[in-house]
């Protein structure tokens, strides 16, 4: 199928299974994994999560202790990404007059959003209808802002649209192939400003303190993430039982509350995310995954080099075929 008319059919009230409407419009196909392989991460976090009982009840209880403070919020968030800026600007040549500017929301499906207004300059929207808990800081900081989102629409900007001349790169069609390669390298922006012990030593010593959290905890707790990321293709899982029509909204929140830790409310938001993006989900694991080989097999472990490879991916059309090793 071709992305383009994929995504006028389904205007037009045609609706695609989640597996072929993912592979059009994105040009990449999501694995399929079976509730063992989850089952095994699940009962590697169940040793770490203190406590005992339901495993997503007794981690709910425990992140209490990682929620920043709403008054806190826009402090630790704006510390968060002038750290991610600075380190981005060390590697990447940016704009002279880039900027953005953080307004805080409610009533959104999702927990973080990008709107580039052109000219160098995003809107980034951070919902608050949740709690925020301390590790979304850095991440949202690097995925909205620097070296995701607001990077890959400068660079695009720049590089394409006025150097180039290449008008058609001022319009952002998100259901394409693009979005494949935005959300897996805002994904994988996070490790890239922030790699290995980084992000937990500047959640320690700067974030931690700034919202009054205990540090003495920041270890465990870091490494217990460690392990959910992995666990989010549960989401994708989720996402297809039920776009697909074989499980209800419940039944897939049910699925989120037990692989993902999600709180109930949570869960229930993430499935209004599946239902206004769809197979759009996997932009952001499978994406982030395939970006990460990339670089990894261009670039090895030497971070400028890294850097490099990352901001030709970001400054040259690419899609997910064009990144895959296989
Ligand atoms: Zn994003």
Same mark, same amino acid.
């Given at each position: 199928?071709?992305?383009?008319?994929?995504?006028? &059919?389904? !205007?037009?009230?045609?609706?695609?299974?989640?597996?072929?409407?993912?592979?059009?419009?994105?040009?990449?196909?999501?694995?399929?994994?079976?509730?063992?392989?989850? @089952?095994?991460?699940?009962?590697?976090?169940?040793? !770490?999560?203190? +406590?005992?009982?339901?495993? *997503?009840? &007794?981690? *709910? =209880?425990?992140?209490? @202790?990682?929620?920043?403070?709403?008054?806190?919020? =826009?402090?630790?968030?704006?510390?968060?990404?002038?750290?991610?800026?600075?380190?981005?600007?060390?590697?990447?040549?940016?704009?002279?007059?880039?900027?953005? /500017?953080?307004?805080?929301? *409610?009533?959104?499906?999702?927990?973080?959003?990008?709107?580039?207004?052109?000219?160098?300059?995003?809107?980034?929207?951070?919902?608050?209808?949740?709690?925020?808990?301390?590790?979304?800081?850095? =991440?949202?900081?690097?995925?909205?802002?620097?070296?995701?989102?607001?990077?890959? %629409?400068?660079?695009?900007?720049? @590089?394409?649209?006025?150097?180039?001349?290449?008008?058609?790169?001022?319009?952002?069609?998100?259901?394409?192939?693009?979005?494949?390669?935005?959300? +897996?390298?805002? %994904?994988?922006?996070?490790?890239?400003?922030?790699?290995?012990?980084?992000?937990?030593?500047?959640?320690?010593?700067?974030?931690?303190?700034?919202? +009054?959290?205990?540090?003495? !905890?920041?270890?465990?707790? =870091?490494?217990?993430? &460690?392990?959910?990321?992995?666990?989010?293709?549960?989401?994708?899982?989720?996402?297809?039982?039920?776009?697909?029509?074989?499980?209800?909204? /419940?039944?897939?929140?049910?699925?989120? /509350?037990?692989?993902?830790?999600?709180?109930?409310?949570?869960?229930?938001?993430?499935?209004?995310?599946?239902?206004?993006?769809?197979?759009?989900?996997? %932009?952001? %694991?499978?994406?982030? $995954?395939?970006?990460? @080989?990339?670089?990894?097999?261009?670039?090895?472990? $030497? /971070?400028?080099? &890294?850097?490099?490879?990352?901001?030709?991916?970001?400054?040259?059309?690419? *899609?997910?075929?064009?990144?895959?090793?296989?």
């Amino acid at each position: 199928m071709q992305g383009g008319f994929t995504k006028l &059919r389904m !205007l037009r009230g045609e609706i695609f299974a989640f597996d072929d409407e993912a592979e059009s419009l994105y040009d990449a196909l999501p694995p399929h994994l079976d509730s063992l392989h989850f @089952n095994q991460l699940l009962s590697d976090l169940d040793e !770490l999560v203190p +406590g005992s009982g339901n495993l *997503t009840k &007794r981690y *709910t =209880d425990y992140s209490q @202790n990682f929620i920043i403070p709403v008054d806190k919020l =826009d402090t630790v968030f704006q510390v968060a990404i002038d750290e991610a800026r600075q380190r981005t600007k060390k590697h990447l040549k940016l704009p002279g007059n880039e900027n953005f /500017e953080i307004e805080y929301v *409610t009533g959104k499906s999702w927990s973080g959003y990008n709107y580039y207004k052109g000219n160098s300059y995003s809107l980034i929207q951070i919902n608050t209808d949740l709690p925020i808990y301390i590790e979304r800081a850095i =991440d949202l900081a690097c995925h909205e802002g620097y070296p995701g989102h607001h990077v890959f %629409n400068a660079l695009l900007e720049q @590089n394409l649209v006025r150097d180039q001349g290449f008008m058609e790169f001022s319009v952002y069609p998100l259901f394409s192939p693009q979005s494949f390669i935005a959300e +897996g390298s805002a %994904n994988y922006g996070i490790d890239l400003a922030f790699p290995g012990q980084e992000k937990i030593n500047f959640e320690k010593e700067v974030l931690y303190p700034l919202a +009054g959290l205990d540090t003495s !905890l920041a270890d465990s707790y =870091d490494q217990i993430q &460690r392990l959910r990321v992995q666990l989010n293709y549960a989401g994708n899982e989720a996402a297809r039982a039920y776009l697909d029509g074989k499980i209800s909204r /419940e039944a897939a929140a049910k699925m989120l /509350e037990k692989y993902l830790l999600y709180e109930p409310e949570r869960a229930l938001q993430r499935t209004r995310f599946f239902d206004q993006y769809r197979s759009y989900v996997i %932009n952001y %694991n499978l994406g982030k $995954d395939m970006v990460a @080989n990339f670089i990894r097999q261009e670039a090895g472990m $030497d /971070e400028v080099k &890294r850097w490099s490879v990352f901001e030709d991916l970001l400054s040259t059309p690419k *899609t997910a075929s064009m990144i895959s090793s296989e």
